[in-house]
């Protein structure tokens, strides 16, 4: 474990509203079924599923003073994550995320309603810029404004630099400044709204990936659904896939391996080594209802990230 390097997440933190049909959903109608509540917000399931493994994490973000923002900072600093530098705005209220699932438990649609973190702006980020300094890694979301998220980026680019860009409407925030950080962890879409490749084939991820290493990005990773993880750093370059599971919730997954890319970071693992640890903690928050997997630890996710398969490329 990495006690002794800190990691700080600036991003989101909302709750997360899951509906999970009974049988085969069907759009346009009321579908039986039952929902549940969790806590969400990209950044901060990056920073929780970080600190389950056992690594110092700060978050930096904002919420409401409501019965959701107090429920997510009491919830999030129970699993080990300082929460003290969160800001309470009282006049806005806290991001909330509301997802329906399929049939196969995977997101149907969903809507955010994220106004608040227009707060998440350069005030609070100067505000805390000597505590964020101190930092190994740095991770951020989309969730900050193009503005905001460059202005950070750029502020903070003698540190490690993680982007998750959310989605492919988000990812165009960062597409400017994309060379400032150090691991990205794009899907399809997103990886083609950052390079402008069209990716339908293993060449097209190649030239991806090395427009994005020719840009300033170090270590690149590039989510294909069920066909797994394309990885690619100076001198590795792959595939890993995750062997059948039974998906639960699938919503938390990329969040879950992100924060194995930065557990894998921290403790010096080669990418390859990263990007299997990364996938077992994606399939572990697969397998659990609720966005996170609260029992994960690192023994689980070493024995899983065994089992996953690689392809070299």
Known sequence: ?????????????????????????????????????????????IAENVALLGNHVEMYSVVGDDIYGKSLLDETSLSGVDMTRVKVIPEASTGTYMAVLDEKMDMHVAISSMDIYGFLDRDYILKNQKEISTSEIV???????????????????????????VSSEKAKIAR???????????????????????????????????????????????????DG?????????????????????ATGAGDAFQAGLIHGELNGMSLLESSKFASAMAAMAMDSESTINKSITIDKVLNLSKKMEVRKL
Not at 20 to 34: A, H, K, M, V
Not at 176 to 185: A, P, Q, R, S
């Open 1 to 45: 474990m990495s006690l002794n390097k800190k990691v700080a997440v600036v991003g989101g933190i909302n709750m997360d509203i899951a509906g999970f049909p009974y049988g085969q959903l069907i759009p346009g109608d009321s579908n039986p079924g039952r929902t549940k509540l969790s806590s969400g917000g990209v950044g901060r399931n």
């Open 139 to 165: 991770a951020f979301d989309t969730n900050l404004s193009r503005d905001n998220l460059q202005f950070a980026a750029n502020l903070f680019k003698d540190r490690k630099l993680f982007l998750d860009t």
């Open 176 to 226: 400017d400044i994309i060379g400032l950080f150090h691991t990205i962890k794009p899907n399809r879409l997103e990886a083609q709204i950052l390079t402008g490749i069209r990716i339908e084939n293993e060449h097209d991820l190649m030239e991806s990936a090395e427009l994005l290493h020719g840009k300033g990005v170090t270590n690149v990773c590039i989510s294909l659904g069920s």
């Open 229 to 249: 993880v394309f990885f690619s750093s100076s001198n590795e370059k792959g595939i890993v896939k995750i062997p059948d599971v039974r998906i639960k919730n």
